[in-house]
């Protein structure tokens, strides 16, 4: 299914049902994947004024991944630093994607967008049927950050 705004078109998937089982899965690495939490720059300052920590203390700068700016450290069990039990304790402040998750959205160029998502989650398949308001409220979460950063 689509949303077509004026120049922007994004493609989202039918007849998802999802609803988060709060298992912190998304929040470290598994088996089979080995999790990258990105941080935008803005992302990573706004958690360092929530917890007054150095982003240096609970994230490695990168170049490779713009527009990210850091990926956040994980501890020696592959978790999230900000994970304490099942609990995100930067739960306000926590990243776009972490956000998204499962959710994740390609650019295609043009203004064409894609959503996808990942079956490793389990709340994928619980819930209630997504409907076309659930993924426009995240496209505009993206497009409102990307804004601040081009600022
Ligand atoms: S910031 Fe929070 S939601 Fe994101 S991976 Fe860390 S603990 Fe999980």
Redesign the pocket.
Known sequence: MNITKSHLHVEFPRNVHFECSLC?L???DTETNV?K?LLLKKEAEK?SKKTRKDIESFAEKINDKAPYAYV?RKTNSG?????KGK?????DT??L??RF?PFKIDNLGNQHYTFSYTKECPGIGRGPQLKRKFFETLFAELISLMKKIVQ
Not at 79 to 83: A, I, M
Not at 87 to 91: A, E, K, M, S, W
């Open positions: 912190a998304c929040c470290g999790r939490i958690i956040m978790k999230c630093v900000f994970l609990l995100c304790i930067v739960y926590r990243p994607i972490c998750y």
